[in-house]
């Protein structure tokens, strides 16, 4: 039996790629890298646009986190990873380095997509 409210990485990620977040950014040796371009992207070049956070049903420490991401040239997509025991620190302290200015809190999904 699914649980009709349980809501997955994959589905917010579908979601977003109907909103033009198509892009995905994967870490690399201390930098961000679009999985399309294989562009690298300071943190100041990086806006945080949404956060989602995941506790697996069934496994409460299988824990992720959805970014939602925009770059300066224009790049739109997503970042997952992991946080908690499984978390990568060195993406972390990256992340940190972001401007503030730069992390937004935006609804950009419909209701509905939540």
């Known amino acids: 039996?699914?649980?009709?409210?349980?809501?997955?990485?994959?589905?917010?990620?579908?979601?977003?790629e109907k909103l033009g977040y198509t892009d995905s950014y994967r870490f690399v040796k201390g930098e961000l890298r679009s999985t399309k371009t294989d562009k690298a992207y300071a943190a100041k070049d990086i806006t945080i646009v949404k956060e989602h956070r995941y506790?697996?049903?069934s496994n409460p420490s299988d824990m992720s986190l959805l970014y939602v991401m925009e770059t300066s040239d224009g790049g739109k997509g997503t970042l997952l990873t992991g946080y908690g025991p499984s978390a990568d620190a060195d993406?972390?302290?990256f992340l940190e380095t972001i401007p503030e200015e730069n992390i937004k809190d935006e609804d950009l999904l419909p209701a509905d997509a939540k």
Do not use: Q, V
């Not at 039996?1 to 977003?16: G, V």
């Open 1 to 16: 039996m699914t649980n009709e409210y349980a809501k997955h990485e994959t589905d917010y990620i579908k979601s977003y």
């Open 55 to 57: 506790e697996g049903m």
């Open 91 to 93: 993406l972390y302290e």
